[in-house]
Structures are given as structure tokens and as C-alpha cells.
């Protein structure tokens, strides 16, 4: 659990970006008339994508662990926001 919280929030400096994604993009897609359960569904494949593009194109020395637990929470946090905004 301390490597979870370690990783995927202390030490995940991008997360914030990926929160502030998750909700302005859910904020667009719903102006297009889209109705929530389409928004969330939208947005975690587009954290998802954006995640894989991310893993293939990074040269990162981090761990594997590590990494795997980054993207989990930046997925989680676009999510989260997504989800804020739609309810």
C-alpha cells in the first residue's frame, strides 16, 4: 500500500494535468450532447490511449512497477474528474 500511494500520488507529477484533462475534456464531449455514461466511457479510453502512446514512446528508467502504478493513477484521476463532472 505505501508503494501505491508513493507512486501513483506523491511522487506522480503529472497527475494534476491529467485530472484537469479528465474534467475540461468531459466538460466538451458533454457539450456535444453526449449523455454521461457515453462521457466516462469516452474519457477512460481516452486516458487509456494516451497511456499506452505514453508507455511505447517514453524512455523512462523508472521501474516497471513504477510505471504501471503512474498510469493507473493517471487513468484513475481523469476518470475521478470525469465522473465529478458528469454528476
Known sequence: MHTLVKY???DNRWLWFHVLAGGVL???I???GAM???TLIIIGALA???EIYQWITKDTVAPKERAILDGFADIAGAW???LVVVV
Do not use: D, T
Request: charge should be positive.
Open 36 to 38: 454521461p455514461q457515453l
Open 30 to 32: 458533454q457539450a456535444f
Open 26 to 28: 468531459a466538460k466538451i
Open 80 to 82: 475521478l474528474m470525469a
Open 8 to 10: 501513483a500520488l506523491y
Open 48 to 50: 487509456f490511449a494516451y
